[in-house]
């Protein structure tokens, strides 16, 4: 059973940092691509970032120069380092993977398999 357990949210005020955590399981036999989503109240999940199981990334423009994402294959985890955080960031963000050695989910109809979420409130 593939579980996806985000940790490290909470709140912090503007201009502070973050560092976001997914531990993933069950999915040792496969190569996969893993990212982040995140969803503010009244609005759709949105991608933030992603990185492929060799270590390729893709940001959002809002997070370039602010977010950082990166991966350890050996402890099947990956990390978002959240930065100059503004109020905007507030939202609830999701661990997302899609299999396949050159895949990465930039996509919520490409993810085949969401953590539970994470709350990052970040205040003015």
């Known amino acids: 059973q593939v579980q996806l357990v985000e940790s490290g949210g909470g709140s912090v005020q503007a201009g502070g940092s973050l560092r976001l955590a997914c531990a993933a399981s069950?999915?040792?036999?496969?190569?996969?691509?893993m990212g982040w989503f995140r969803q503010a109240p009244g609005k759709d999940r949105d991608f933030v970032a992603a990185?492929?199981?060799?270590?390729?990334?893709a940001y959002v423009d809002s997070v370039k120069g602010r977010f950082t994402i990166s991966r350890d294959n050996d402890k099947s985890t990956m990390y978002l380092q959240m930065n100059s955080l503004t109020p905007e960031d507030t939202a609830v963000y999701y661990c997302?993977?899609?299999?396949?050695?050159?895949?990465?989910?930039?996509?919520?109809?490409?993810?085949?398999?969401w953590g539970k979420g994470t709350l990052v409130t970040v205040s003015s």
């Open positions: 990185i492929s199981w060799s270590g390729g990334r």
């Open positions: 069950g999915l040792t036999s496969s190569a996969y691509g």
């Open positions: 997302a993977a899609r299999l396949g050695i050159s895949n990465i989910p930039t996509m919520t109809s490409a993810v085949n398999y």
